[in-house]
């Protein structure tokens, strides 16, 4: 299963209208709303933000809205597009402006879900795509004269938004790959002789 690292957009005329089709990293449906809601304010002279999202571990929560074009001609084909490529936590939003030209229902379908798969593959293309992979957050403190030598065995581990606080000692933070927690734990405990514990 793959997740996206950051947002990306991809841009069409289709008989004069504008379709817009962006990707954003989504983790809940309440952040999805908050995107969404985003994005209609962002672009209040567009007639539609059609959206669709795929969220959870198994990509098990599921959305779509036609936004006011005609019933299963946008959020579905979006969302169908969206649930075959493979990834999860991942929003896509596609704002049209109306051109002036009706589309009918296969134009419609067709640019909704060209405008999906376009988007996806930029993405792919430029690496935007990763694994899937549980984390755990993680913090410790450690002595000055260890932050050397622990920072060095750090490297051997999958760390995610590694953050460091200098004051009476280091405090680390950050995130590890779930099944790496337990060795990354006992790996710095014995370190230090048992004094740095990772929370």
């Known amino acids: 299963m793959l997740v996206l690292k950051s947002t990306i957009s991809f841009e069409e005329v289709i008989k004069g209208s504008k379709f817009l089709s962006e990707l954003f990293p989504c983790e809940s449906q309440s952040q999805a709303r908050d995107l969404v809601k985003a994005q209609k304010t962002k672009y209040p002279d567009a007639t539609h933000v059609v959206h669709a999202f795929v969220i959870g571990a198994g990509a098990e929560i599921l959305g779509m809205s036609d936004d006011g074009e005609p019933s299963g001609t946008a959020g579905r084909p979006t969302l169908d597009v969206l649930k075959g490529f493979g990834c999860t936590n991942t929003l896509v939003t596609i704002t049209r402006w109306f051109g002036g030209t009706l589309l009918g229902t296969g134009g419609l379908v067709?640019?909704?879900?060209?405008?999906?798969?376009?988007?996806?593959?930029?993405?792919?293309?430029?690496?935007?795509?990763?694994?899937?992979?549980?984390?755990?957050?993680?913090?410790?403190?450690?002595?000055?004269?260890?932050?050397?030598?622990?920072?060095?065995?750090?490297?051997q581990f999958a760390l995610y938004d590694v953050n460091e606080e200098f004051a009476e000692g280091v405090t680390i933070c950050g995130k590890i790959r779930a099944d790496q927690f337990e060795s990354f734990a006992s790996k710095l405990m014995d370190l230090s002789n048992g004094r740095v514990t990772v929370k």
């Not at 549980?134 to 050397?148: I, P, Q």
Request: charged content about 30%.
């Open 110 to 155: 067709k640019a909704y879900s060209g405008g999906t798969k376009q988007v996806l593959q930029k993405a792919e293309s430029e690496g935007l795509f990763e694994e899937l992979v549980e984390k755990r957050s993680f913090f410790f403190v450690c002595d000055y004269s260890l932050h050397k030598l622990i920072k060095l065995n750090m490297e």
